[in-house]
């Protein structure tokens, strides 16, 4: 028996694992299909919120935590488990839309490099966008590729010793009283004092067994992925909600849509039109390079993009880290925090008040 068990091996899930292992915990991690395959891996890895100053502060605390933490893990991963998850500062350049001046005041607040550039001076820094254009460019901003921090996540858990339970959906969540007591699957029950919830989109079905309400829905994301030569495009580039990722290999992949359609992880050929559309538009030389995949994911949706980060309302030793939406990767090292501060009992280093049930964003 563990002491915890995690419901959802995505990064969520595996990020909580890690702190608990490391503070001395046992832990398991039950995965209804394979580790790291939804959410987690079809996610473009940019560490930052898209157009950050237009996110409530809960989810700006959690992004500022964690970014500075990535290019130290990501380093330490590839020690540990020989997997580079290829953390690269590449900055984020963004076209100017109508509310450049509140961004730009959001950036001095929290003391953010953010600077205005012109269409000659973003052609500089990104010689292949069609004219250059009128720009915000954050330098600072990282991207990670997730695939490969996942796997090395995974590789560093196993060398650490948490235990995996793959192809096992949990279906109830055991509770006697007001305390937990594990959880059952199909080929039965497993017991723990302490359970996390990290189920992703699909958190919501088991904690609403307890008659609480989670609010947390899938939003789909569909991505193109290119492959062209290296250098071809360098940083990530934002116009009109649309985004291109430079992966260091020459692969660049585009993003993404938005679309409340259910659990619904087919991809369609309109997605794939606005994609290539906006590939297009933004650096055109990306008509002339091969597809190499093209594929959808489904975020774990909440109305302002704020997680839950929480122990139940009722159940004592039930916690839930879900509905990181847009943003779970950049998120995710200070959740992780919050919430194994929380189930230690540790003063926690973040405020959890706006992570809770009973915060008003819910
Ligand atoms: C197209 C796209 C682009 C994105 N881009 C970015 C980005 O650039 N930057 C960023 O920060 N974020 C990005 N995200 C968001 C980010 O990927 C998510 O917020 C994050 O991955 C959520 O992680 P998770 O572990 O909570 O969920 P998931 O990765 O979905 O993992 C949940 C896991 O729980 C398992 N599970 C569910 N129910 C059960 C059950 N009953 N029993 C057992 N297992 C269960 C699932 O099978 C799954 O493996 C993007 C997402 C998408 C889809």
Redesign the pocket.
């Known amino acids: 028996m563990s002491d915890v068990l995690i419901?959802?091996?995505?990064?969520?899930?595996l990020l909580a694992a890690r702190e608990l292992v490391i503070e001395g915990a046992s832990v398991t991690v039950?995965?209804?299909?394979e580790?790291?395959?939804?959410?987690?891996?079809?996610?473009?890895?940019?560490?930052s919120p898209l157009y950050p100053w237009r996110y409530p502060e809960a989810v700006t605390v959690l992004a500022a935590w964690s970014q500075p933490r990535f290019e130290a893990l990501a380093a330490e991963l590839l020690e540990l488990s020989g997997i580079d998850p290829e953390y690269v500062r590449s900055g984020l350049l963004m076209r100017v839309e109508d509310d450049a001046c509140q961004a730009q005041e959001w950036a001095t607040q929290h003391d953010i490099e953010m600077k205005r550039l012109t269409a000659p001076e973003t052609l500089l820094l990104e010689p292949q966008l069609e004219q250059g254009l009128e720009g915000l460019w954050m330098p600072q901003i990282g991207q990670i590729r997730?695939p490969r921090l996942l796997q090395a996540l995974v590789k560093d858990l196993k060398i650490k010793g948490v235990t995996f339970r793959t192809g096992?959906?949990?279906?109830e969540l055991m509770v006697e009283g007001d305390l937990i007591q594990g959880v059952r699957t199909p080929a039965g029950e497993m017991c723990a004092d302490k359970v996390v919830v990290?189920?992703?989109?699909?958190?919501r079905s088991?904690v609403d067994q307890l008659g609480t309400d989670l609010r947390v829905e899938p939003v789909r994301?569909?991505?193109l992925l290119f492959h062209s030569s290296s250098g071809l495009v360098r940083h990530i580039v934002m116009v009109a909600g649309h985004y291109i990722i430079p992966r260091r290999d020459g692969h660049v992949l585009v993003?993404?849509t938005l679309e409340r359609v259910g659990f619904d992880k087919r991809t369609t050929a309109e997605a794939r039109q606005e994609l290539l559309a906006a590939a297009g538009e933004i650096i055109p030389m990306l008509l002339n390079v091969p597809i190499v995949n093209h594929w959808a994911?489904?975020?774990?949706g909440t109305e302002h993009g704020i997680p839950y980060i929480s122990e139940h309302p009722r159940v004592k030793g039930l916690f839930v880290s879900?509905g990181?939406?847009?943003?779970?990767?950049?998120?995710g090292p200070a959740s992780a925090r919050l919430l194994v501060d929380l189930m230690l009992k540790r003063k926690p280093e973040l405020d959890p008040a706006p992570y809770g049930w009973h915060g008003n964003q819910h």
């Open positions: 419901v959802g091996g995505g990064l969520t899930g039950v995965e209804r299909g580790l790291a395959q939804e959410s987690s891996w079809a996610g473009g890895g940019i560490l997730n096992e959906p949990v279906t990290a189920g992703g989109s699909w958190s088991l994301g569909q991505m993003g993404s994911g489904l975020r774990p879900a990181h939406f847009r943003n779970g990767v950049v998120m």
